[in-house]
């Protein structure tokens, strides 16, 4: 016959019993932003932080401020850019030349 336990699944120091032993909690304040699509984040810092102007919302990662009336605008994504388009902005026409002429060199030199 299997035997009930009191505590199980609890751990030590767990719950309103072990309050106590953490120390006090420290002073804070709920501050809520809202972004462009309106959705709340309440955000709780210390008494004694800076309070941010500006939070990323929780829900859309979009900027959110305090004023909800007039929520800051959010950033236009950049466009996509493929590997060749980053590797073109770091070489020049000239460059590509050499590294390929080089490239061809290696390639026809090997057994």
């Not at 019993?17 to 501050?31: N, T």
């Not at 929780?58 to 401020?65: K, L, S, V, Y």
């Amino acid at each position: 016959m299997a035997r009930s336990s009191g505590i199980r699944g609890s751990r030590i120091g767990a719950g309103p019993m072990g309050e106590h032993e953490r120390g006090a909690r420290a002073e804070s304040i709920a501050v809520t932003f809202w972004c462009g699509s309106g959705h709340p984040s309440v955000v709780h810092f210390a008494a004694s932080a800076e309070v941010p102007e500006v939070w990323d919302c929780r829900d859309c990662g979009q900027p959110a401020g305090r004023d909800s009336e007039n929520p800051p605008e959010a950033a236009a994504p950049a466009p996509f850019k493929t590997h060749l388009a980053y590797v073109r902005e770091r070489r020049s026409d000239a460059d590509a030349e050499v590294i390929l002429a080089e490239a061809l060199s290696k390639l026809r030199a090997a057994p």
